[in-house]
Structure formats: structure tokens, C-alpha cells
């Protein structure tokens, strides 16, 4: 299980960020605190997908895994500034 890639998500001023797994599986995560991380919803795509293949949800310790790498993923990416929100352009009339 690898993440293959992380999205950012925001709305109303919070943000949440979509985790990509090379299985199939996409977790979304809310960040609540600086280092506090709470589960959205998970979903699973593809003939491949865990869901598919192991015909149920991941739990406990995988799921607990997922988070912790997609989460460190996210963490990383942040310092590198990748998550960027370019701000509109003020126009002087």
C-alpha cells in the first residue's frame, strides 16, 4: 500500500485533503488542530480496489496506516509549500 497522491480540499475556511492509495482506495481527512486528523469518508475504486478484493472496508490498524501516510505525505508537501492557494489579483480602478 503507497499513496500515490494528495489533494487539497477547502471550504469555508477549512480544509480537508483527498489521499490516494495505489490500491484503489481514496481516504479524505479534515484537519481539525495542527496535528489533529479526523476521517471523512473513504471510497473505493477500480477492479483492483481493497474493497473489491478483500470485500470489506479497511479498520483498525489499515486504516490507522492509511491516515499515518497520508497524513505525513500531506505534512511534507505543506513544508514545500505545494498546497498554495494563489489569491485573485486586485485590480486598482
Do not use: C
Amino acid at each position: 500500500m503507497k499513496v500515490t497522491g494528495t489533494l487539497r480540499y477547502e471550504k469555508n475556511g477549512k480544509e480537508s485533503f483527498g489521499i490516494s492509495f495505489d490500491d484503489g482506495m481514496i481516504i479524505r481527512v479534515h484537519k481539525t488542530g495542527e496535528d489533529d486528523w479526523s476521517l471523512m469518508w473513504m471510497v473505493s475504486a477500480g477492479p483492483d480496489s481493497y474493497y473489491l478484493t478483500k470485500k470489506k472496508w479497511p479498520k483498525g490498524k489499515n486504516l490507522e496506516k492509511r491516515i499515518n501516510l497520508g497524513v505525513a505525505l500531506i505534512k511534507k508537501n505543506i513544508n514545500n509549500n505545494r498546497y498554495r492557494i494563489k489569491k485573485p489579483k486586485q485590480t486598482n480602478e
